[in-house]
C-alpha cells in the first residue's frame, strides 16, 4: 500500500515535531496551516515565528506510529503528555506509560458523549493541574479541535448528522491489515466517487453538497480551542511550539492522476496538500516559572469557580 501511495503522492519527507526545539508542544487536532494562518495573529500578535511544515501524516494513527519511532523515545523520558484523544490509546496502549515521564488521558474522565469529543476548555484545565504539580518538566498538551465534532450549539444539526461517529473511538479497534484497508478505500471511492475518512459518511455526503457551512463550523471549533492555547502561552514559561498532526480536507482533488476524485475529511497515508501542510507557530514567554506557577493557579481558582468539571488526573 506504500508503494502505492508513493506513487500516487510522491515520497514522505514530513518533519517530525517532536525531535524539535520547545519547551511545551500544543497539538491542534486536523488544523490546516492555511485557514490557521488567516486567524492565529488575533490571538498570538507577539508570535516570534510562524511556517506551514509538512507533516509525515494525514491521520491521528499514522502521525503517532510515524513521529514515536526509537530514535526519539530517550527524548520523551522528561516529557508529561496530555492527551484529549483516545485514538492515540488504541494504536501506542500501554507503551504510552513507557515513553513519558507521565502520561494523562484526558478523555477518559472528561469525554463529552453529548457532543462526541472532550472540549477545549477541559483540556485546559488539566493541563493547568498537570503544569502546576510538575512545573520543572515540558509537557505535550493534545487538544481534539478543530476536529469535527463541532463544539459550537449553532452547528448541533451538522453534529447529529453522526453523533456516534466519535463515541465510538472510546472502543475503537485498529487494523494492521494494508489489504482489507485499500479494500475500503477502493469500495468507498467506487460506491461514492470521493474517498472519505475521519469524519462521518454522512458529513462527508454533507459537506459535498455544501461546503461552505462545514468550513465555517471548523473555522468557529478552530476559534474555540485557539482562545484556550492563549492562555496557555500567557501562563506556561518557554518557548511554547503550536502545531497539528496533519490537516483536514474539503474536498480538494485525490492526486493529478485522479483528477475526478475529491477527498474529505483526512483518510491516512494521502497527502494532498490540505492534510499534510500543517501549522508551526513559535511563541515565547519569557516569565519565571514562580510566575508561571501563580498565573496557573489564578487561573485555576477562577476556572474552579466558574466550571463544573469531574475526574482527577
Known sequence: MNAIMTVLFGPNRGVNVLSLDWDHLIVLD???????????????????????????ASSTMEFVKKNLDNNIEKELKDIIFVNSNPMIDHV?????????????PVWRNHWDSKIGSVRPEDTYYVALRTYVKNPGKRMIIWFLQPHYPYVDKRFNHINALGREFMNRALHYVTSSNNLLTLAKIVKNLLRKGYLCAGIPDKICEYVHRTPSE????????????????????????????????HGEAFGEPLSKLALPLRVY?????????????????????????????????????????????????
Open 30 to 56: 486536523a488544523c490546516r496551516c492555511d485557514i490557521f494562518k488567516n486567524v492565529y495573529r488575533k490571538f498570538f500578535p507577539s508570535a516570534t515565528e510562524f511556517k506551514c511544515i509538512i507533516s509525515s
Open 92 to 104: 501506542l496502549g500501554a507503551r504510552l506509560e513507557k515513553l513519558f515521564h507521565k502520561y494523562i
Open 214 to 245: 462545514i468550513i465555517k463550523a471548523y473555522i468557529v471549533n478552530l476559534l474555540s480551542v485557539l482562545y484556550y492555547v492563549k492562555k496557555l502561552t500567557e501562563i506556561l514559561p518557554g518557548k511554547i511550539a503550536i502545531t497539528s498532526d
Open 265 to 313: 475529511g483526512h483518510p491516512s497515508r494521502t497527502r494532498v496538500p490540505s492534510l499534510i501542510q500543517v501549522p508551526y507557530l513559535i511563541v515565547e514567554n519569557g516569565i519565571s516559572r514562580h510566575e508561571a506557577i501563580r498565573r496557573a493557579l489564578r487561573h485555576l481558582i477562577h476556572f474552579f469557580t466558574t466550571q463544573t468539571r469531574g475526574g482527577e488526573v
